[in-house]
Every structure is written in C-alpha cells, then in structure tokens.
T-cell receptor, first 111, second 113 residues
Framework: GENVEQHPSTLSVQEGDSAVIKCTYSDSASNYFPWYKQELGKGPQLIIDIRSNVGEKKDQRIAVTLNKTAKHFSLHITETQPEDSAVYFCAPNTGFQKLVFGTGTRLLVSP | NAGVTQTPKFQVLKTGQSMTLQCAQDMNHEYMSWYRQDPGMGLRLIHY???????DQGEVPNGYNVSRSTTEDFPLRLLSAAPSQTSVYFC????????????FGPGTRLTVT
C-alpha cells in the first residue's frame, strides 16, 4: 500500500512569510495529489490539488508543485496570514476512494 | 445544501457497548467513507462505499460494520466498543469521477472508558 510522509510535522512562521510543506509517497501509480486544510474542531477541506500530468498549479496565495520522478509534492503558501493556521494533510491517491493521508503538518502563523 | 452531517457530535461509551454513528449527505455523491483520526496518525480509512448496496474495507476495519441502503446514508456501527476505538470519526463523500475531492463532515468525538 501507499506510504505517505509529511515534513515538517510542525511549522511556525511570522505573518507575511512563506511556508512550504513537503509530502513524499511510495506508490508510483498515484495520479492525484490533493492538499487538505483542517481547522480546529472541523473536518478537513480540500484546498488545492494537482494531477500527475501537471508540474505546478497556483491558486492565489497557495500553490502545489509535483515531482513524479522523485515521488514528492509540496504545498507552498505565500504571504501567510493568521487564518492560515491549521493542520495540513496531503493525500496522494490512485482513485476509488483509496486516499491515504499523511500524518499532517501543524502550521502556526504568528501576527 | 447541508453537505455532510454527522450525529452525534460527542459520545461516551463503556467498554463492550455498541452504538451507531450516523452520516448523511445531500449532494447525491456516489462515494462515502469513514475515517478515524488519532493524534499523530493522520486520518485512516475504516470502510468505504462506492454506491448503495456496495461496501468495502479500508485500512482499519476491525471492530466496525457498515451498510449502505440508500445513496444518502452511511452509518458506522461499533459492535463492542473498546478503549482503542477512542478517536474522532469523520464521514466523507465525493462524486465517483472526483474521488480525490472529498467533502468531510464535522466529526464525532468518541470516548470509550
């Protein structure tokens, strides 16, 4: 099965700084690479995803980059704001609801 | 649209008791699934369903049963609760052709004493 690792497990930044979270996976058949954000007391919510035929995708302050050869993809958040504070999960998958979530990265953005 | 709803929000059980966690969605999603979230472990898939009448096991299915008699509902049954089942449980749903985009419910926090 898929082996997923996220780094770092916690990340503290100052407001306005950039944050990068990396996800490595083992299943070369993975073809969808989503990132979820979980705020305190809530369920995870999809914030951005990328498919295997795309190297980078941006949506305002967030972006995801994919390196299929090295089997890793990263979440980039620029100009961080306090409301970006949350736990972020990657979930590389091959489809059919077989999402395997990483162990999460707790991001804390200090004003 | 209410999205994905879960009841109850909190539950305390004694070891050996049984109960059902309820999950419903009003988005006409084909896929539904149950996850448990433990500290430092991320989310782990318990059971999932690709449509009414069809269910399958995920990563950690032992001690749990599911059924899917309608598109909207996907209850999770704990047969004989154990302290190891203390966790936060999330239900999720998605369209069949966008299964990477899952919509999660607010969760049920279960404590087994």
């Amino acid at each position: 099965g898929e082996n997923v690792e996220q780094h770092p497990s916690t990340l503290s930044v100052q407001e306005g700084d950039s944050a990068v979270i990396k996800c490595t996976y083992s299943d070369s058949a993975s073809n969808y690479f989503p990132w979820y954000k979980q705020e305190l007391g809530k369920g995870p919510q999809l914030i951005i995803d990328i498919r295997s035929n795309v190297g980078e995708k941006k949506d305002q302050r967030i972006a995801v980059t994919l390196n299929k050869t090295a089997k890793h993809f990263s979440l980039h958040i620029t100009e961080t704001q306090p409301e970006d504070s949350a736990v972020y999960f990657c979930a590389p998958n091959t489809g059919f609801q077989k999402l395997v979530f990483g162990t999460g990265t707790r991001l804390l953005v200090s004003p | 649209n209410a999205g994905v709803t879960q009841t109850p929000k909190f539950q305390v059980l004694k070891t050996g008791q049984s109960m059902t966690l309820q999950c419903a969605q009003d988005m006409n999603h084909e896929y539904m699934s149950w996850y448990r979230q433990d500290p430092g472990m991320g989310l782990r898939l318990i059971h999932y369903s690709v449509g009414a009448g069809i269910t399958d096991q995920g990563e950690v299915p032992n001690g749990y049963n599911v059924s899917r008699s309608t598109t909207e509902d996907f209850p999770l049954r704990l047969l004989s609760a154990a302290p190891s089942q203390t966790s936060v449980y999330f239900c999720a749903s998605s369209y069949a052709d966008k299964d990477y985009e899952q919509y999660f419910g607010p969760g049920t926090r279960l404590t087994v004493t």
